[in-house]
């Protein structure tokens, strides 16, 4: 079993809002080019594993028949709800459900998708093996992880900011047994029993009005930072924004682009 503290609902229960605001900014890129992947058809029926919010679910709703939709964080799933409600999309079916044990028959839809989600779950083999398991013969999956920090300016910015605020935080070495290494990732997804499996990098690039809105940004959508904050308490947590707000007014100059990477896993179900 994982260790890592995002592999628990609770710290994506308490983010969800602020996720669905300002997560998109960094994450619809990566959705776009995963539904690109996919080809879809009108007629597709298809899953997305550990959706959030729904930032890949909402805007494949716009171009196939149905998208079933879980996630572990009841809170993420009624903010998809109520979101596709208001856009008045009803062909979104949404559950509160765990990625590792879905709750759909085997052979159920025509693609399937897990957007930084599978990358954190506890037994990412089951996770896959699941994914596998409810796509139909010749259906496409399509899996994102996120590049090593070093690969993403924006990423090394915000661990600057958290040095800044407590010299003991560091910048991530990659860690070459999980999701950060292609070749990991590609014989995970064989092991579950996808052919043709590729694994492509994929960078995007945005750029904020000034070092506020990028805090913003970040801070709001940021699960690890909460639970940073929990962690230290309030007054210390005031001191570090403090230190790291001050960190980005310094560094980050107002509309400069910053580049996050992600891989994409690509595989089928052969048919």
């Known amino acids: 079993m994982s260790g890592n503290p995002l592999a628990a609902a609770e710290p994506w229960d308490l983010v969800a809002d602020g996720y669905a605001e300002f997560g998109p900014a960094i994450m619809a890129p990566f959705s776009a080019r995963a539904l690109e992947l996919a080809s879809l058809s ?4 298809i899953v997305d594993v550990a959706a959030g919010p729904g930032t890949l679910s909402l805007p494949a709703a716009e171009r196939v028949a149905q998208v079933s939709a879980i996630d572990f964080s009841e809170p993420m799933i009624q903010r998809l709800t109520e979101d596709a409600r208001t856009a008045g ?3 979104i079916e949404t559950r509160v459900g765990d990625g590792q044990a879905l709750p759909f028959d085997d052979d159920s839809f025509d693609a399937g998708f897990s957007m930084f989600g599978l990358m954190f779950f506890p037994d990412r083999a089951k996770g896959f093996a699941e994914l596998f398991r409810v ?11 996120w590049a090593p920090v070093a690969e993403s300016t924006l990423m090394r910015m915000m661990f600057g900011a958290f040095a800044a605020a407590d010299p003991t935080i560091s910048e991530p070495l990659p860690n070459f047994l999980n999701l950060e290494n292609p070749e990991v990732f590609a014989t995970e997804m064989r092991t579950a029993g996808f052919a043709g499996v590729s694994i492509q990098r994929h960078t995007s690039t945005l750029g904020f009005a000034d070092s506020d809105e990028m805090w913003e940004t970040m801070v709001r959508s940021s699960a690890p930072l909460l639970l940073m904050r929990r962690t230290v308490g309030e007054q210390v947590w005031a001191e570090r924004v403090a ?9 980050y100059r107002p509309n400069k682009p910053l580049s996050t990477t992600a891989f994409l896993g690509i595989g089928h179900k052969p048919s």
């Open 42 to 45: 009108a007629q597709s029926q």
């Open 89 to 91: 999309l009803t062909n």
């Open 243 to 251: 230190l790291m707000r001050a960190y980005l007014a310094v560094n």
């Open 135 to 145: 796509l139909r013969p010749g259906a496409t999956a399509v899996v994102s992880s």
